[in-house]
């Protein structure tokens, strides 16, 4: 008699299994807005670094890594003629260390900062045109030099700049 109670609870319990199991969820996220089919081409101008500490690998490296993330993730070409539909330039504006944690007397911890002043250029559209400061910082111990943050940093900073110039040229954020 007790067997016969638990075999719908049995069952109950294989149903829920076997629905859970077989349920799936499907979530999917483009990261550009729709490009116009009139845009074809881009042109990612030389990085200029204006800021007052330089780091020598940053702006060409940047620059590169942004033509790179625009092939990889849209359909537009690179060109580096003037009449590039999205012409892209700026500058590093600010590179600068600041202590983020003090532990007595002593900095336990920093902070490298980069800015990035966005110039952007939509030569089918000048209403879209735009410039933007954009800035992004990484944490380090402060135990390390700053050639010794830079070292494991660097692209780091240069990932997240790209990234937030990428968004805020083909994204709707």
Known sequence: MKNIK??????????????????????????????????????????????????????????????????????????????????????????????ISISGTQSSGNRLNAGFHLIFKNTLDSKKNFESDISVSKDFAANLTLDQAESTLTSQIITLMVDEIFNKIFSNW
């Open 6 to 99: 638990t075999i719908p609870l049995i069952l109950l319990c294989c149903c829920i299994v076997l629905t859970c199991s077989f349920a799936t969820c499907k979530y999917g996220f483009k990261d550009t807005a729709p490009i116009p089919d009139e845009v074809k081409t881009f042109r990612v101008n030389p990085i200029e670094n204006k800021a007052q500490y330089i780091n020598t690998q940053l702006a060409s490296q940047l620059t590169e890594k942004l033509k790179a993330k625009i092939i990889g993730n849209t359909r537009l070409r690179q060109t580096n003629n003037d009449d590039a539909h999205y012409d892209i330039s700026g500058y590093i504006s600010n590179y600068y260390v600041t202590t």
